[in-house]
């Protein structure tokens, strides 16, 4: 007869993520193989509602349900059991319901920049518990720009690409080596700006910027030109507002 003895170091990183793993891999004889959940992606809009589920249990069986959500700005905590007990000290619209079957779910209405953070949720039920770390993050194309400024003798070619997230990279062609500038927006968008400043012996004719971003397949290319103020933008509204929120589920149910 053998004991087992099973002892369970408790991170500070998803403790029950390890013990649930530890547990899985002691029943993997005896059990099929439980279900992995690894990097499910969503698309999101900015301001759209988002959705996130800890498990397919319904209240009938579950004894109570938490999220521990670390945003960049806070740490807070939105839970339910079944006595009826709620608590909630994230205060910010973020709440939990019901689908019609009765399975619990986290709901972050208006998306935003400010919901980005990783959250985790404990659902304990009758005979077990589910446990998640969902990573939240956002990609928000960046709105591109370029042109020439003149400044006394000196022409220089700027290339700004606002409001991104993460920040855009801005390279130029033919190579140069523009001063770059990032701005962090305080909604958590970042503006990068690249100034070359032009030789004289430089024609700007052929001279373009080249935008790169997660959001995009492809990069934008932009031939700055001489005018006044902010010109030329390749991205259309509708696509600016989307946001890519990319949900990562790191633990098995
Ligand atoms: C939840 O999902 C698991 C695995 O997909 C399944 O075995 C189980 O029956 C489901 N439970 C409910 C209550 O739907
Ligand atoms: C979800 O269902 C539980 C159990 O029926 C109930 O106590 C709770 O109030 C419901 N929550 C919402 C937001 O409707
Ligand atoms: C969504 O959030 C944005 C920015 O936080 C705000 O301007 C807008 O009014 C909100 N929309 C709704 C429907 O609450
Ligand atoms: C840019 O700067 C780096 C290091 O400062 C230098 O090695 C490189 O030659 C420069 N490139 C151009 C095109 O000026
Ligand atoms: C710009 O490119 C065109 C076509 O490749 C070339 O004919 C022209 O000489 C270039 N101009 C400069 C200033 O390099």
Known sequence: MWIYILIIFLSEEWPICQAANSVNSMISNRTPPLKVYDHIKAVFSLGSNMDL????????ETMFVIWNIELKHKICRISFSDKGQSFDSCN???????TSAGQSYLHIPNFSADDVGVYKCESVYTGG???????????????????LDRRDNKMVAV?????????????WSPAGNGSVTLQDEPDGFLTVESRLELSGDM???????????????????????????????????TKWNQMQAMVRNKCFS
Not at 92 to 98: C, R, T
Not at 129 to 147: C, G, H, L, Q, R
Not at 223 to 233: D, M
């Open 53 to 60: 589920h800890c498990s397919n249990r319904t209240w009938t």
């Open 203 to 237: 024609d700007p004719e052929n001279l373009t910027c080249v935008v790169h971003h997660q959001f995009w397949a492809q990069e934008k290319t932009l031939v700055p030109k001489l005018k006044e103020g902010h010109v030329s933008s390749e991205t259309s509204p």
């Open 159 to 171: 290339c700004r690409a606002e409001r991104g997230n993460p920040a855009a990279t801005i390279s």
């Open 129 to 147: 518990y589910d446990n998640y770390k969902t990573e939240v993050a956002v990609t928000a194309p960046p709105k591109v720009s370029a042109w």
């Open 92 to 98: 910010d619209g973020k709440s939990l319901q019901n």
